[in-house]
């Protein structure tokens, strides 16, 4: 399975942003998938992630309420709705399948990634 992230840019706090990723590989379909992002000198952190049927998403409590996860396994994509950005929201976005670990909220849980894409919120 290979995953594209688009979509990133340079947008104001309050702003909306929708982010894709786009998958290769028919096994997508059955994996969960989630977003992860990682700021300048951060760590990567958990964003959000959804079933593979796309019924039961999950989000960081730093996104709930903002952030929304859907897929569309007929298109084998995956999106991130980012509503009311804040400055905090900066950092590369990557997209990731397959959860293979016992916490599908750890960046080493994941077997695939995306390239990642460049989020900027200025305030």
């Known amino acids: 399975v290979q995953l594209q992230a688009s979509g990133g840019g340079l947008v104001q706090a309050g702003d909306s942003l929708r982010l894709s990723c786009a998958a290769s590989g028919r096994a997508f379909t059955s994996y969960t998938v989630a977003w992860f992002r990682q700021a300048p000198g951060k760590e990567r952190e958990f964003v959000g992630r959804?079933?593979?049927?796309?019924?039961?998403?999950y989000y960081a409590d730093s996104v709930k309420g903002r952030f929304i996860i859907s897929r569309d396994n007929t298109k084998r994509t995956m999106n991130l709705q980012m509503n009311s950005l804040r400055p905090e929201d900066t950092g590369v976005y990557y997209c990731?399948?397959?959860?293979?670990?016992?916490?599908?909220?750890?960046?080493?849980?994941?077997?695939?990634w995306g390239q990642g894409t460049q989020v900027t919120v200025s305030s």
């Open positions: 990731a399948a397959q959860c293979i670990g016992s916490s599908c909220d750890s960046k080493h849980a994941y077997s695939y």
């Open positions: 959804v079933s593979w049927s796309g019924t039961t998403p």
